[in-house]
């Protein structure tokens, strides 16, 4: 009778434990596919897949919504959700980062197709009407410039930060309600793909010199944070040597960003 009364606490103990070590990790985000995308229908983003396969591996589950960028951001140092995806250094400035990027980032200036202006700098940027997402980082000369003129559209034209971001710039874009969009060249490639919109734009200044590495960034509000950043790590550690990184990938036409060259 004891050995049974042993062998059933030992059983409601192992029950107990493995129920407090599986967790529901909270990502939020704005849609950015390829990636991350609806938080409802698929393709749910490259990283959003990364996040699941891997939490999945070691027992946990993900539960990923919608919020504005800077929202994001914000409710995440709070630590009212675990982490956001795809954010730089700068904008994970008081989370936790990985020592492995999950992609990387490069904006580039784009005119509709047709169009007769030149845009070979960043000065001749400024010279247009910018359209922008609140929010974003678009590198250390246009930030400041952005939030000196945020409120003036004849200067720098507003896109609300939220679902379908980037489609509603294009849209303005073609519209002819700004100028210039400056936005990441997945991101572009991809939206144009979504909205048969191929060879409408042109690729005008490259803004970033140098592709810029992209993360699942994590909250410091409490411990949960740094307890998922090292899983997501070795998580993608052992994807890359095992090559189903780069299966991940494959549906979204891209390559694993340690090996792959950025286009020219």
């Not at 979504?194 to 060879?199: A, F, I, R, S, T």
């Amino acid at each position: 009778m004891r050995r049974m009364l042993c062998i059933g606490l030992l059983l409601a103990t192992l029950t107990i434990s493995a129920s407090v070590r599986a967790e529901t990790i909270t990502i939020r985000a704005d849609e950015w596919l390829p990636y991350n995308g609806p938080s409802t229908l698929r393709p749910a983003g490259y990283m959003i897949d990364l996040a699941m396969r891997i939490a999945k591996d070691h027992g946990h589950t993900i539960d990923y919504r919608h919020l504005p960028w800077d929202d994001a951001l914000a409710a995440v140092k709070k630590g009212e959700f675990d982490c956001v995806v795809g954010a730089n250094e700068e904008e994970a400035e008081g989370m936790v980062l990985p020592g492995l990027s999950w992609g990387s980032s490069q904006n580039v200036a784009y005119t509709l197709e047709g169009s007769k202006q030149v845009i070979g700098s960043i000065e001749a940027i400024k010279a247009k009407r910018l359209i922008y997402i609140p929010g974003y980082s678009y590198g250390e000369e246009l930030d400041p410039w952005i939030e000196q003129n945020a409120g003036n559209p004849a200067v720098v034209v507003p896109v609300t930060s939220g679902g379908r971001a980037a489609m509603s710039a294009i849209s303005k874009l073609v519209a002819k309600l700004g100028d210039v969009f400056v936005e990441d060249r997945n991101v572009i490639a991809h939206n144009l793909k979504q909205l048969d919109m191929v060879g409408r734009l042109k690729a005008q200044v490259v803004v970033d010199e140098e592709p810029t590495p992209i993360f699942i960034a994590c909250t410091k509000a409490n411990l949960r944070g740094a307890q998922f950043t090292s899983m997501f790590e070795e998580g993608t550690r052992q994807l890359r040597a095992s090559g189903e990184l780069g299966k991940i990938l494959e549906p979204y036409g891209l390559t694993d960003w340690e090996s792959a060259q950025p286009e020219q």
